[in-house]
């Protein structure tokens, strides 16, 4: 059981105010993503509810008990860490042990419950290496056995893919959803990369700057955005931002509109540009678009291949039932 | 700068690499050889080298003049003891100022080595009158508890720069896995750090060996190393 | 990582080590100070009253004061030279690929081992004697005579003797040193057509800044309280009277308590002058 609720938390260091008041629930068996730029005090308020750091005031309840003031060895959650922080004078066997031998288990239960893990995680064969000798992916494996063999409240991690070659991390990011899926455990996940977040979540938590800009689903905050801030920070590749004339003749300050919800054609529609880059992915195609008197650059996503090159104009025309509005305070517009 | 080399240069290398370490050994080749020579070969015109009868018995002398295996035995005991003291007061306090930096770590570190420069004899007279106090003049525990003192701040610096270099994240995910401060430094810091414990401690041994200041003046007979 | 629970346990474990320096260092400091100001001859009556700064004035006007300052100077001084450029070159050259690598490196350690007393009496007794010296037998075998070094060149010998012990520890820091340093920048370096002397200059030397920093520091400490080499070779004869020295003679030999305090505090200040300017350096390197 996790259901995790901050109230009114804050966190400040010295002068500097990292988080403001915040409030969040996250319920139980919720995989929940903390996604941001960097700096924006997702990691900061991760380690808040690992009591890794002080709240500088408000309350962090875990199953309803107030665990503020409790020390993190007490807090019954586990934490994968970014650099994986696997002990190095251990072996793989030890590693996993480490959190039931300070619990006090008897060796037997030690061992069950590591043998089970590893075999869950593929890491039999190296229960007798030292971390040292392991690939990143297996250094990954082991620090999540390390959080599982606890049965915790809740897992916390903390950019735990960021240290991964890209293929190893789509494979990470894969397991990671499977194991919570069969766990049906809380689990926090810290990111800046909205895909992760996205493929991931039951709830995105979008920070800037300690603030929560929005919390939803993926498809919420897809379809959406509440700000401008979300808008331009979910979704690949960026939902193209205007302002000016074209943003009033919707009634707004500024419009949205994502790149794959922008038709092509050679000959004609609403807007038109001068390709500066196409990327050709076979399934899709990416245009860059200058000089369409709109913004700096618009991006267009087309299916399969489409044949235009450097310095050929398009045309484009958005769908218009899905033109994302938002005002002056770039709040969106209902 | 493992960079393949010729052999020719590996060759220069190796000779001139021997000749200047066997220059610098030299005085130390030459007490042992001496060691096992009489008197007269000993200061023989000119010296012999290898070829003389090798005898044992200055070793057999210097024991029965003045029982040279009991003061070598102080010496052991005063330069173990006062490192492994030092050890017990420096591993918390070099975990404290590489781990929980605050603003004044700085300059508590500086400070802790700026005790260092105070010389010895400024304060050789009242230590002496503070021994006689408590009587530990010319005892081992004496010698052991300056010692420790002399080189307890070399100790927490060196530590400091060891420790500084073990990620904080490894400490904190014993904390996370349940361990207490004394699980985290016993189980997981210690073990980490023991390479660099290891010189820290090799370091202080050989110094307290070396130091011949205190020892001169705060000891006679019994304790002396 | 810091909690208040975390930063409590923090200051608790750091006091011993503070406070435990802090008796060290201010309570015999304070008598030392009390001492300078009074007329304390132990054997002689004892505490004899408050004097002010006689014994400070005594202390520097006394003939033997100025050139204890400078033997220390010169000894300090010239072992650091000897130490710091030996030791650069020691290291480069041990650092070099050849065959008994580790046998050549202990060899040139080995002198840091011997206790300064006994390396004093060796280099004493077995090379620096006059009549049996293996120096001796050198010069006489080409045919010049041999020079009584500890009473001729008293000054050059002491700092030979202490450049020997001091030279392994010198090496053995600024090896681990070059050891970490990047072999791409030295190659970078050579293809952009640096010759060997520049690279040496502008790569390998201001690498090594930092370690002759601390080399630089932890032996002044140690080369200021130059202590057994003199007590057994020269006893302070022939001008090798360090200011450690000539405190110890005050104290203990004529047994002037109030005279030597003072001549310690003069020390500490001059320790302490050179602190200053080590640790505005190694502070700079410190965060590094």
Redesign the interface.
């Known amino acids: 059981m996790g259901r995790i609720v901050l109230e009114q938390v804050t966190k400040s260091f010295g002068d500097v105010t990292v988080i403001p008041p915040l409030d969040l629930t996250i319920e139980d068996g919720e995989f929940a993503v903390f996604v941001g730029p960097s700096g924006c005090g997702k990691s900061t308020l991760l380690r808040l509810i690992?009591?890794?750091?002080?709240v500088t005031s408000g309350v962090i309840r875990i199953d309803g008990q107030d665990a503020t003031t409790i020390?993190?060895?007490?807090r019954g959650?586990?934490?994968v860490?970014?650099?994986y922080?696997?002990?190095?004078?251990?072996s793989v066997r030890k590693n996993i042990a480490?959190?039931l031998r300070?619990?006090g288990l008897d060796k037997a239960e030690q061992d069950r419950r590591v043998n089970q893990a590893a075999a869950v995680l593929n890491l039999t064969d190296y229960l007798d290496r030292r971390p040292g000798q392991l690939s990143g992916g297996q250094r990954q494996r082991v620090a999540i056995g390390?959080a599982i063999v606890?049965e915790p409240a809740a897992f916390l991690f903390d950019e735990p893919l960021s240290n991964l070659d890209a293929a190893l991390r789509v494979g990470m990011r894969l397991e990671i959803s499977e194991l919570h899926k069969r766990l049906e455990t809380t689990m926090i996940y810290v990111t800046h990369d909205q895909v992760e977040a996205m493929t991931m979540a039951d709830k995105i938590v979008v920070l800037r700057a300690g603030h929560i800009e929005q919390v939803g689903s993926p498809l919420d905050l897809y379809h959406a955005p509440r700000n401008l801030f979300v808008a331009g920070f979910i979704g690949s590749p960026k939902m193209n931002l205007i302002s000016g004339p074209e943003a009033a003749k919707h009634d707004a300050h500024t419009i949205g509109v994502r790149p794959e919800h922008i038709a092509v054609s050679a000959t004609d529609g609403e807007w038109s540009g001068v390709v500066a880059v196409s990327e050709h992915l076979g399934s899709d195609t990416f245009f860059h678009v200058h000089g369409t008197g709109l913004a700096d650059t618009i991006t267009v996503r087309a299916g399969g291949e489409v044949g235009f090159r450097h310095g050929d104009r398009i045309h484009m025309t958005p769908r218009a039932d899905v033109i994302h509005r938002f005002d002056e305070q770039g709040l969106r517009i209902a | 700068m493992a960079r393949a080399v010729t052999p020719q240069r590996k060759l220069i290398n190796t000779a001139v690499a021997w000749m200047v370490g066997l220059l610098i050994f030299f005085p130390i080749l030459w007490t042992i050889l001496t060691s096992f020579k009489t008197e007269a070969t000993a200061i023989a015109d000119p010296p012999v080298w290898f070829f003389f009868d090798w005898t044992l018995d200055n070793y057999r002398v210097v024991q029965e003049r003045s029982d040279y295996s009991r003061f070598l035995w102080n010496s052991i005991i005063i330069a173990g003891g006062s490192t492994f003291l030092g050890l017990l007061i420096a591993i918390p306090a070099a975990w404290s100022m590489a781990f929980v930096p605050s603003k004044r770590t700085k300059d508590i570190l500086l400070w802790m080595l700026s005790t260092k420069m105070l010389p010895a004899v400024g304060v050789l007279y009242p230590i002496y009158l503070i021994f006689i106090q408590f009587g530990l003049l010319d005892t081992r525990i004496g010698l052991t508890i300056v010692l420790m003192f002399i080189n307890l701040p070399i100790m927490v610096w060196m530590l400091y720069t060891y420790f500084k270099e073990i990620?904080g994240?490894?400490l904190?995910?014993?904390?996370?896995?349940?361990?207490?401060l004394r699980?985290e430094i016993l189980?997981?810091l210690t073990?980490?750090a023991?390479p660099g414990i290891a010189s820290t401690v090799l370091l202080n041994v050989i110094l307290a060996w070396n130091e011949a200041f205190w020892t001169l003046n705060l000891t006679a007979a019994k304790a002396a190393p | 990582?810091?909690?208040?629970?975390s930063r409590a346990a923090a200051r608790l474990m750091l006091a011993p080590a503070v406070i435990l320096l802090l008796g060290w260092m201010l309570v015999p400091l304070t008598m030392t100070v009390i001492f300078s100001f009074k007329r304390y001859l132990p054997m002689r009556g004892g505490d004899l009253g408050w004097v002010g700064f006689e014994n400070y004035a005594r202390f520097v006007n006394s003939s033997a004061f100025w050139p204890a300052v400078q033997s220390t100077l010169i000894i300090v001084g010239g072992v650091l030279l000897i130490t710091v450029v030996l030791g650069v070159v020691l290291a480069i050259l041990l650092d070099q690929p050849m065959w008994g690598q580790g046998i050549v490196r202990i060899l040139v350690i080995a002198p840091f081992f011997v206790m300064p007393t006994v390396s004093a009496l060796v280099w004493k007794n077995m090379f620096m004697d006059p009549v049996n010296g293996l120096f001796a037998h050198l010069w006489r075998f080409f045919g010049a005579t041999p020079v009584s070094w500890l009473s001729e060149a008293s000054m050059s010998s002491i700092i030979l003797i202490v450049s020997w012990q001091w030279l392994p520890f010198a090496t053995l820091i600024l090896l681990t040193a070059i050891q970490s340093l990047d072999s791409e920048q030295l190659e970078a370096a050579e293809m952009d057509g640096a010759p060997p002397l520049s690279r040496f200059f502008h790569i390998t030397l201001p690498h090594l800044a930092r370690a002759i920093t601390i080399v630089v520091l932890i032996q002044t400490i140690f080369l200021l309280a130059v202590f057994a080499e003199i007590f057994v070779t020269t006893q302070g004869a022939f001008g090798t009277r360090t200011l450690t020295y000539l405190i110890f003679q005050r104290v203990l030999e004529s047994q002037n308590v109030g005279l030597g305090s003072a001549g310690g505090v003069y020390a500490i200040i001059l320790a302490n002058i050179l602190a200053l300017f080590l640790m505005r350096i190694v502070g700079k390197n410190l965060d590094r």
């Open positions: 690992a009591g890794l750091e002080d020390s993190p060895a007490k959650l586990a934490m860490f970014q650099s922080a696997l002990y190095p004078h251990m480490f959190p300070m619990a390390r606890r | 990620p994240e490894i904190e995910a014993a904390r996370m896995d349940g361990a207490g699980e189980y997981v073990p980490m023991i | 990582m810091a909690t208040k629970a």
